[in-house]
């Protein structure tokens, strides 16, 4: 999470042991690109963690998953679909008494060689040092949902083809 600039709201937060660890971990997180990046989130997550990405009900990948293992699973699954090439470049942080938020751009490449571009908000909910949940939304969605539409074939399920 080296790019971009963070905000706290109010200023306080900056100084807060439980945000700065929340932080630290997602900054380990961001800065790890892959599905292991979720082992720097392990000390922080939930037992009941749960992760909304932004996507379709065309797309295979669009669930609820659930902890660590959910969470993995999502991004083993996202990255066999993009050859690995998804994995979001921070643009700025904000922090609020419950929630971080994280502006990202990702720059995919699906399999079949289509290419993309997201603004994604990334809003991570925290409960004191742990993190509770992770929604994912893009205001971009006909796009994204373009970019997804084959993913269920991939996985062996009814997508469509535009």
């Not at 490449?109 to 990334?122: N, P, S, T, W």
């Not at 373009?146 to 009814?158: E, K, L, S």
């Amino acid at each position: 999470m080296s790019a971009g600039s963070t905000i706290f709201e109010p200023a306080e937060l900056a100084g807060d042991p439980d945000v700065q660890r929340c932080l630290a971990a997602l900054r380990a997180m961001y800065d790890h690109p892959g599905p292991d990046a979720v082992d720097a989130l392990r000390p922080v997550l939930d037992a009941s963690f749960t992760f909304t990405p932004a996507g379709t009900s065309d797309s295979a990948l669009q669930q609820t998953y659930v902890g660590a293992e959910g969470f993995t699973a999502f991004l083993e699954r996202q990255a066999a679909l993009t050859d690995d090439s998804w994995w979001p470049e921070v643009q700025t942080v904000r922090v609020g008494p419950e929630v971080i938020t994280v502006a990202v751009i990702a720059r995919p490449r699906r399999r079949d060689g289509l290419r993309a571009e997201f603004g994604i908000v990334h809003r991570w909910t925290r409960r004191a040092d742990t993190l509770v949940s992770f929604v994912s939304h893009t205001e971009q969605q006909q796009e994204y949902d373009r970019f997804h539409a084959h993913d269920a074939d991939h996985y062996g399920g009814t997508g469509s083809r535009s």
